[in-house]
């Protein structure tokens, strides 16, 4: 059972609900895809079993081999290889890991080496078991580090994603092979625009999913009215709360704040398994 | 001309917000929404489309079944597991590298630009504005956004305009990294929050290893003073300016359910008050760059 928790605006309470369902729910584990800036640690405060890096081959080129003849740069999709003149410039950032210029080389100059993107965390926190990666700063490509995280997990637990905020390639990364999306936002424009854009994605991945109101007194009825006309099942509504916002600002998880909290939490599991 | 752009680390601080007041604060300015992901700036300045791109990104292999001898080749080379036992391409998984169209003996594949996304430079009553969409579950989203900013650029030196303010993507990945690109400064907005503190710092660090100036502000001060503190002492310690602060206030999203931002929608509120002393500084700052 993989559930992943994603929103299209950011800061609308994806880790909030990521950490509270996993602390509301018996053994489970929880995997922090938001790679680019990993939150839930602060609040499931894991304790540190092993880390490892992560890294991408990139190429190397033989000088002693190579002719210069430009096929590489030519085959490379992502301009991380440029021939000029005697010398082959690798921009190893830009590079997708893909291997065809290695492969493609036509005399065999080109080989691959490891190159770090990030690390990956893995530890222990009561009856969750943690994984996390954090990337590299100046790094520009999150889906590989996404990806090895989600082949880090125990086969055959329950799982909770924290997915990345937006709609593009790393939360693509991060909800596909789900089964089951939960959409965090909130009613305000913003929530509302957002959410209809991460609807879209989900169709389009066909992942079945439902949505969680996060300060549902704050804005408008709209982000009811849309669900309404969709038929998209709203599976809580959290009202603003000074003191919650207080605690998640001191990394405090809710149902510590609020214990009663703690079986909203596990109905919404339920609920969750029985719309699967 | 110079260029301004707003971006946050973790996301929902206030970036948009902010920088929709920043439309309406400065006075000569084009506005770019960089966040072209999950694009809200539109939501309170209400664009008038005036020119539209198609933005055609990355691609996707396609294997013409009429064709494929069904060797393998491709199957074993792909590093994506993009293509099925049967032969298809699943578009979502592909990368667009080409290995397969090269290395299939047969060619069978062919590589599709799908259309990614669209650009738009529209007027709004605050000048110009350039803005994106990105297709749904697309990816290169860098590209759009370096295309975002080169059209906002190409607006603002025509027609002789001071600033291009930018309102950034959240994370530090590849939209960001286009999006600070041959920015003048950064500011980044926070919250007083464990959570913010640490995505702050990984933000203004990505700055920093760029070489670009930045400047910090935080939202929501006064729910956790202790870590409004935190972050200003953590702002001297790596060099970043801190810049100002403002309340948490339901007057922000008032002004969000009324399309407004908020210098507009309550100019003499005590929020809009912090929102003109943070633009001055920046608009300061930003005077003694090159
Ligand atoms: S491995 Fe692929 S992405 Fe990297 S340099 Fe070679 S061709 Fe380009
Ligand atoms: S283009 Fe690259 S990623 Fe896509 S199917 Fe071919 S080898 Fe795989």
């Given amino acids: 059972m993989i559930i992943s928790i994603a929103s299209g605006k ?41 880390s490892r890096s992560v890294s991408l081959p990139v ?26 003149r005697k010398n082959v410039l690798v921009f190893q950032e830009l590079c997708h890991g893909c291997g065809a210029c290695s492969i493609l080389c036509p005399v065999d100059a080109i080989w691959e080496v490891e190159r770090e993107i990030g690390v990956m965390e893995i530890g222990q926190a009561g009856d969750v078991h943690f994984i996390h990666g954090l990337m590299r700063i100046s790094e520009a490509m999150s889906p590989p580090l996404i990806k090895a995280v989600k082949n880090e997990a125990e086969k055959d637990m329950v799982t909770i994603i924290d997915a990345p905020p937006g709609t593009s390639c790393p939360v693509i990364e991060a909800v596909k092979d789900s089964d089951f999306c939960v959409l965090v936002t909130e009613p305000t424009p913003f929530g509302l625009n957002d959410l209809v854009l991460a609807v879209e994605m989900l169709r389009i991945l066909e992942i079945p999913f439902a ?64 719309m699967v | ?47 008038e489309i005036l020119k539209e791109e198609v933005f055609l990104g990355g691609q996707a292999a396609k294997i013409d079944k009429s064709k494929c001898i069904e060797c393998d080749r491709c199957l074993d080379e792909c590093r994506f597991d993009a293509i099925s036992e049967n032969f298809v391409v699943d578009p979502i998984d592909c990368e667009g590298c080409a290995l397969c169209y090269h290395v299939c003996p047969v060619e069978a594949i062919e590589m599709i630009h799908s259309k990614q996304g669209r650009c738009y430079i529209s007027k709004t009553r605050h000048g110009h504005m350039v803005h994106a969409k990105l297709g749904i579950a697309e990816e290169n989203s860098g590209k759009l956004v370096a295309l975002v900013r080169k059209h906002a650029r190409e607006i603002a030196e025509r027609e002789n305009i001071e600033y291009v303010i930018v309102d950034g993507p959240p994370g530090i990945g590849c939209p960001v990294i286009s999006a600070i690109t041959g920015a003048s400064l950064v500011l980044a907005v926070t919250e007083p929050t464990v959570s913010g503190l640490h995505d702050l710092k990984r933000v203004v660090g990505l700055a920093n290893h760029f070489g670009i100036k930045a400047l910090v502000c935080v939202n929501k001060h006064d729910l956790n003073p202790a870590y409004t503190r935190q972050i200003e002492l953590h702002c001297q310690e790596v060099d970043a300016e801190f810049v100002g602060k403002i309340s948490f206030d339901t007057v922000i999203t008032k002004a969000m359910l009324n399309a407004q931002s908020v210098v507009e929608y309550q100019p003499d509120s005590s929020v809009s008050e912090q929102i003109k002393s943070i633009w001055q500084r920046v608009d300061e700052v930003a005077r003694t760059l090159p």
């Fill in chain 1, 211 to 274: 949505v969680v109101l996060n300060r549902s007194d704050v804005g408008d009825d709209k982000v009811d009215e849309y669900c309404e006309k969709e038929d998209i099942p709203i599976l809580m509504k959290i009202p603003m709360d000074r003191e919650l916002a207080e605690a998640y600002s001191e990394g405090i998880p809710f149902v510590e704040a609020k214990p009663e909290w703690k079986e909203k939490f596990a109905d919404l599991y339920n609920n969750i398994i029985r």
């Fill in chain 1, 59 to 84: 190429p190397k080129v033989d000088d002693k081999k190579c002719t210069y003849c430009g096929k590489c740069s030519e085959v490379c999709q992502f301009s991380a290889l440029a021939v000029i």
């Fill in chain 2, 1 to 47: 001309m110079k260029s301004i752009t707003v971006i946050s680390g973790k996301g929902g601080t206030g970036k948009t917000i902010l920088t929709a007041s920043f439309a309406a604060l400065a006075e000569s300015k084009v506005m770019a929404d960089c966040d072209v992901d999950a694009a809200d700036l539109h939501l309170i300045l209400k664009p």
């Fill in chain 1, 10 to 50: 950011g800061g609308t309470g994806k880790t909030t609900l990521a950490t509270n369902l996993a602390l509301s729910i018996g053994k489970c584990q929880l995997l922090d895809c938001d790679v680019e800036e990993p939150n839930s640690h602060i609040f499931i405060k894991p304790r540190l079993i092993r």
